[in-house]
């Protein structure tokens, strides 16, 4: 099989020449994409968040040999979470190499922090089954990059915090609300609403639930830690 031209330039942004091109054509094709003759990218991304998870326990294990796992625990949360994956795949462009159907094209599919971070899984287990785990290990580690020195000592995410910080006033978990989803199917704007049991609340917005119940979570983590 051979590659297309910006199959072959996506190969460059990876730094990994593909033995089997048909790996990596695989890793790029969404299920909404899938034929009885085309293989989608679902089974490779189980595979390669695995791969992905043992490149970052070890790389957190070498970066701070005195860490206990309580603190490298959080900081492997946010190295391997999609919002990460999704970053990495950003940056090396997989969203235009993306091979879609019809009804993920129209709904943003080839923006979507989703498939994105889906895609850069896949991509991690192609290289793998091509050439074995040191060539995923050194393109994971290079595509990561600082990363994995600059994750926060403190990496909880913000509902994680926000959670403990009630729970150790004997307060029971926050409350998340969708207030409000606006804008069009393919690009919506989520208002979400976090409410500890004392009362205290704020409202966030984003593009996803999960990053609006973030961000709202740390504005008001902020907010009662003054």
């Not at 990596?24 to 791969?51: K, Y």
């Not at 879609?100 to 989703?114: D, F, I, P, Q, V």
Request: proline share 4%; aromatic share 4%; with cysteine.
């Amino acid at each position: 099989m051979k590659l297309s031209g910006d199959l072959k330039a996506f190969e460059g942004r990876l730094g990994h020449r593909f033995e089997t091109p048909a790996l990596l054509v695989q890793a790029v094709t969404h299920a909404s994409m899938s034929s009885p003759n085309r293989d989608d990218n679902q089974r490779l991304e189980f595979l390669g968040d695995r791969v992905l998870g043992l490149v970052m326990a070890e790389a957190l294990l070498a970066a701070d040999p005195m860490a206990p796992e309580g603190i490298l625990a959080p900081r492997y949360n946010a190295l391997v979470r999609k919002e990460a994956c999704a970053d990495v795949a950003r940056e090396v462009d997989v969203g235009a190499v993306l091979k879609l159907g019809r009804s993920e094209m129209k709904s943003g599919g080839r923006r979507k922090l989703a498939l994105l971070g889906d895609a850069m899984e896949a991509v991690i287990a192609a290289v793998y089954l091509d050439a074995g785990f040191e060539a995923a290990r050194e393109m994971v580690l290079r595509l990561w990059g600082t990363r994995i020195h600059t994750v926060k000592a403190d990496a909880r995410d913000a509902k994680t915090a926000l959670q403990e910080w009630a729970q150790g006033r004997g307060e029971g978990p926050p409350n998340y609300t969708e207030v409000s989803r606006t804008g069009p199917d393919h690009a919506p704007i989520f208002e979400i609403e976090v409410r500890l049991e004392a009362g205290q609340s704020y409202r966030a917005k984003a593009g996803s639930k999960r990053q609006a119940e973030q961000a709202a979570a740390e504005a008001l983590l902020k907010q009662v830690t003054k």
